[in-house]
């Protein structure tokens, strides 16, 4: 935390109005600021005590506008996107980049043509790499098409859940590519150009070093810093540091995001893997999380949050379903041995940690549900913010035992708005695709949640997934089952004290009250007025990090 | 393709069937191999201290030519780092986690730079995998690592009756038509040759139909060629024998190509040309003991050669 400095003046920020997110005092006309932390919020007739015995400062550049709590999404994945950030975006969905913004692109003839319109644009010597391909909206592209673009330039168009990807012609030479390995695997197809799966552990051979260099990953790296700022976030829970390689995601993190034009704070939860280990290196692992928070620096931040992994991810279509089961027969897939799970769980749980957990399917919230019910009954703890993540699938009762053990939930609602018609046709069937992310029964049973975007997996923009969260209108204009909707004060909540909630930080962040970090995000207009209908429009002016102001350049 | 390319065999299985066992049983063992095994988690193999000749960071390398890598980072990479070893090793046994599909490991052996895919071995422990496969959350994985498995190997039957092991038997093998080979493992001893490529050291082996070997569970048989042979009888003879023949290896002549080598593990196989200059135009072939086909195997085998003299 900043250090007292007593003798510096007190900054006054007025503004049009104030939400606190404190159900005391919901409404307020200022912020009076020290040190980078918050005084006292009120008017300026109340905070008189403090103004008539204190040097301060008036700072009405909010006069206009409206200051909320700085922004917060507890589960994105800054070095996932740093790989991706440098690619052209070629999703079925818009974008609003900082540095563009991308319209959808959404039927093959759109994305062969945006493939040429890159193809003309890029520099000689550049590969072109194209993520956001989906057979849904785009069909089959194969190598050919490709070749037609360029015989010369490198291109992969890359899969909107990565795990496949198509080349031309020009990749194989650039290269070097082994051809005979290449038509010897099966999950490479030569012909069509096309990597899935363990192919892409092949392509990853030559294309490695190439993408995880470390220019192009800092460079990555600095668009993400990009991305949150816009986004208007001031706190982002990084939801799996360390899958990269522990030491060189530090190194690459600590450099690009620890410098003083960093306007926001990142939460690690480590990745507590360790799927075929023993109850010994179970413990070996809990010992080196504890010690992670050494580390720390000011903005760079590990705790007692961990994360865990359930079943597959829901983008590939690999969680776990209970009967029926996928539309198509196809199965999901473990990412921990449900017998590890428990396992390692427990040794978290009695070692006082934070646990989240990535699960996607009913019969993944299953498995997590009732390995927590084992640890309650075994070891009983009050207040332990064990947190569902993604939460894509679920079943009604689930949420009644989610709630009975005292569990909360980070929810990755834009999988409503991307993929409700895309799974309900071929993934799911109606009834579970229109109840996708269930946000409605956990107001309802009083659990807390926040909604996250998983960035890249949904746009990093809080009041977007806000917006989703209690409109639940898909990409298509449908409506989702309209029971899963929530209030605007609870969709507000999922992206500000609720969110501090889920990482442990509601006492320092998340709502405007005294004693807490100076961190606000500035809108043009206050949420509560605009209604649930345009929270996605609300223009942002930038934020305010430990009392310092920064704009968003437009 | 005159490149030797290294055989690589995938062990699967779910936790608790035997994986770990079976690897300290390899890294130890008389085959007189030097494997690279790739394995997930160094802490639950057993390796005696004095068989250990160095340990370095992802790797121990052992006195008998044998080395232990754990996969801490990707399997590719890790493959790549023992296909770099000088010399190469003799074969490369890779654990698939508890929770994989083995078929899918399997893909990086077969289609790797430098590597050809041996066998897919699915070790299921005999008490367990019948619950197992009812099981909510598992079920339909460990059906599915059965199923990808060329051979199966029951574990821990000295604790099942006999009775019950022929029923699971029959359960694997109705589960489709791609389910391997079945064979019985009791306190822990895998015989090396189910796991391993070794059945190809064909000079080692004695003339033609004797039976080299008598085991409780195999035995290996190797048949020479006066001749070069016909590919089309080769190709409908390694098609059409069951799967009571667990493997065949050898160098073969045939008409107008030249030397290829045949492998054949379970039902999959492949013939590739080869530049090996040795003379040997014979296969090994080890079979379920009492395999009655292979009478049959050495009356075909002898047809062919009474044609040609």
């Not at chain 1, 695997?185 to 030569?190: K, L, W």
Request: charge should be negative.
């Amino acid at each position: 935390m900043t250090i007292d400095r007593p003798s510096s003046a007190i900054k006054v920020f007025t503004a049009r109005r104030v939400r606190t997110m404190e159900h005391s005092q919901p409404i307020a006309e200022a912020v009076a600021v020290r040190d980078g932390r918050i005084v006292e919020v009120g008017t300026l007739e109340t905070m008189r005590p403090w103004l008539d015995n204190h040097p301060h400062e008036i700072d009405d550049t909010f006069a206009d506008h409206v200051i909320m709590p700085g922004f917060i999404d507890p589960h994105l994945h800054p070095s996932m996107a740093a790989v991706l950030l440098p690619m052209e975006f070629t999703t079925a969905t818009d974008w609003s980049l900082p540095w563009e913004d991308v319209g959808a692109v959404a039927s093959r003839v759109e994305l062969l043509e945006r493939l040429t319109e890159l193809n003309d644009r890029l520099e000689a010597d550049e590969p072109l790499f194209a993520w956001g391909h989906h057979p849904i909206w785009h069909g089959e592209i194969d190598r050919l098409q490709l070749n037609d673009i360029s015989g010369t330039r490198p291109i992969v168009v890359w899969h909107r859940g990565y795990h496949l990807f198509i080349v031309n012609d020009a990749f194989y030479a650039w290269l070097d590519v082994d051809m005979d390995a290449a038509r010897r695997h099966p999950q490479v197809d030569v012909e069509r150009g096309a990597f899935f799966e363990t192919g892409l552990g092949f392509a990853m051979r030559y294309l490695g070093p190439f993408l995880l260099g470390s220019e192009r990953f800092r460079a990555g790296l600095d668009r993400m810093r990009q991305v949150i700022h816009h986004g208007g976030q001031t706190t982002i829970g990084d939801a799996a540091f360390g899958m990269y390689g522990f030491e060189r995601e530090w190194e690459h993190l600590n450099d690009v995001m620890e410098r003083p034009d960093t306007p926001f704070r990142i939460q690690f939860m480590v990745a507590a893997m360790n799927p075929e280990g023993h109850e010994a290196s179970d413990r070996s692992m809990v010992e080196h999380i504890l010690q992670l928070p050494e580390r720390n620096t000011h903005r760079l931040r590990f705790s007692d949050h961990v994360k865990m992994f359930a079943d597959g991810g829901f983008f590939a279509e690999l969680m776990q379903l209970g009967f029926p089961g996928h539309l198509d027969g196809r199965h999901g897939e473990w990412m921990t041995p449900p017998a590890r799970f428990e396992e390692i769980a427990r040794s978290l749980w009695n070692a006082g940690l934070k646990i989240h957990v990535h699960c996607t399917g009913d019969n993944g919230i299953e498995l997590v549900l009732q390995t927590l019910e084992k640890l309650q009954a075994e070891r009983p703890r009050f207040d332990h913010r064990f947190t569902f993540e993604h939460f894509g699938i679920s079943r009604p009762q689930q949420v009644d035992r989610l709630a009975a053990l005292g569990a909360i939930a980070s929810v990755q609602v834009y999988y409503v708005y991307e993929l409700s018609r895309a799974f309900a046709d071929h993934t799911l069937g109606y009834e579970r695709s229109s109840q996708i992310s269930r946000l409605g029964s956990l107001e309802r049973a009083g659990v807390r949640f926040a909604v996250h975007s998983d960035y890249t997996m949904a746009p990093a923009r809080p009041l977007n997934n806000a917006w989703v969260a209690a409109n639940r209108i898909n990409e298509s204009g449908e409506v989702m089952c309209p029971n899963e909707r929530i209030s605007l004060d609870a969709a507000m909540r999922a992206i500000t004290i609720n969110a501090a909630y889920v990482l442990g930080l509601e006492n320092e962040i998340g709502s405007l009250s005294w004693g807490k970090m100076a961190d606000f995000t500035i809108l043009d207009a206050d949420p509560y007025d605009v209604g649930v209908e345009g929270l996605n429009e609300i223009p942002i002016w930038g934020t305010v990090f430990e009392g310092e102001k920064f704009a968003i350049e437009t | 393709m005159s490149e030797r390319r290294v055989p690589v065999t995938v062990i699967g299985g779910y936790l608790g069937a035997g994986k770990t066992t079976l690897i300290n049983q390899l890294l130890a063992g008389r085959h007189g191999r030097r494997l690279a095994i790739l394995v997930n988690d160094f802490g639950s193999v057993n390796i005696d201290a004095g068989l250990i000749a160095s340990h370095d960071g992802e790797t121990i390398s052992l006195e008998n030519g044998c080395i232990c890598c754990s996969l801490a980072d990707s399997l590719g990479d890790a493959l790549d780092a023992v296909l770099a070893l000088d010399p190469a090793p003799d074969q490369i046994v890779i654990e698939a986690s508890g929770v994989a599909d083995p078929a899918k490991v399997a893909y990086y052996g077969q289609g790797w730079p430098g590597c050809r895919l041996d066998a897919v071995v699915v070790l299921a422990d005999a008490e367990m995998i019948r619950g197992l496969s009812d099981d909510q959350f598992v079920g339909e994985l460990v059906t599915r690592q059965l199923r990808s498995g060329d051979v199966v190997a029951l574990t821990k039957t000295d604790l099942v009756p006999d009775s019950s092991l022929d029923e699971l038997e029959a359960w694997i093998n109705t589960m489709d038509e791609t389910s391997g080979t079945v064979v019985r493992v009791a306190h822990g001893l895998v015989d090396h040759r189910v796991v391993l490529d070794s059945a190809g050291d064909v000079a080692n082996f004695g003339s033609t139909g004797e039976s080299v070997d008598a085991h409780e569970l195999f035995e290996s048989v190797v048949f020479e060629f006066s001749s070069a042979v016909e590919r089309e009888w080769l190709e409908s003879a390694l098609e059409s024998w069951s799967d009571q023949i667990v493997r065949v290896k050898g160098i073969i002549a045939l008409v107008d190509e030249g030397r290829h080598l045949v492998h054949r593990v379970a039902k999959r196989w492949s013939i590739e040309p080869t530049s090996d200059n040795c003379h040997a135009n014979s296969l090994v072939v080890v079979a379920l003991s009492g395999a009655t086909e292979l009478s049959q195997i050495a009356a075909d085998v002898k047809r062919v050669n009474l044609l040609k003299d």
